[in-house]
Nanobody, 116 residues
Framework: QVQLVESGGGLVQPGGSLRLSCVAS????????MNWYRQVPGKERELVAQ????????NYLDSVKGRFTISRDNAKNTVYLQMNSLKPEDTAVYYC?????????WGQGTQVIVSS
């Protein structure tokens, strides 16, 4: 079955960096677009970054452009989110997401807290 397992979250000071990882299994990873979302309690989940399958074209939420970078390693079935210059407003639970055969799949989420 499809599984997405995130890791890499934690507590970091403003201006710091974190790299999130999402290891995928149960589908042909290289053929699917991959996405990172985030959610703050009381707010809707928002798309942070996405990366296409074969073209590696990327797209970002305006507020993270120039600070976050999404990338993928198809040999490792892994998608990454490098987050630099973190701000308190980046605090959220970050989720990995993909669609396979019209079904939506989410990881369990990894908490990112940006605080001094």
């Amino acid at each position: 079955q499809v599984q997405l397992v995130e890791s890499g979250g934690g507590l970091v000071q403003p201006g710091g960096s974190l790299r999130l990882s999402c290891v995928a299994s149960g589908f042909i990873f290289s053929s699917k677009s991959m996405n990172w979302y985030r959610q703050v309690p009381g707010k809707e989940r928002e798309l942070v970054a996405q990366i296409d399958s074969f073209s590696d074209r990327t797209n970002y939420l305006d507020s993270v452009k120039g600070r976050f970078t999404i990338s993928r390693d198809n040999a490792k079935n892994t998608v990454y989110l490098q987050m630099n210059s973190l701000k308190p407003e980046d605090t959220a639970v970050y989720y990995c997401y993909t669609q396979v055969s019209l079904y939506e799949y989410w990881g369990q989420g990894t908490q990112v807290i940006v605080s001094s």
